[in-house]
């Protein structure tokens, strides 16, 4: 997952350029690609980490229905 959302991070960074016909990116302009990559990183994870929880929820209710 983190190879994948660090060539997601350069692949942005080149379509930004590519948008601006070559030109090296400001600043201003990197910092704001990457913070929006990281939020979108930080929504992904934290859904991911929703559903490993619903996921263990599931298994220990089947868990707890066998035994009953």
């Known amino acids: 997952?983190?190879?994948s959302l660090k060539q997601k991070m350069r692949d942005d960074l080149a379509n930004a350029i590519i948008a601006k016909h070559g030109e090296p990116l400001s600043f201003s302009e990197h910092e704001a690609i990457v913070s929006q990559i990281k939020h979108e990183t930080e929504?992904?994870?934290a859904k991911l980490l929703k559903s490993?929880?619903?996921?263990?929820?599931?298994k220990k209710r089947s868990c707890?229905?066998?035994r009953t």
């Not at 490993?52 to 599931?58: C, P, S, Y």
Request: hydrophobic share 55%; net charge neutral; no cysteine.
């Open 43 to 45: 929504e992904a994870l």
């Open 1 to 3: 997952m983190k190879k």
């Open 64 to 66: 707890d229905a066998l």
């Open 52 to 58: 490993k929880a619903m996921v263990l929820e599931n």
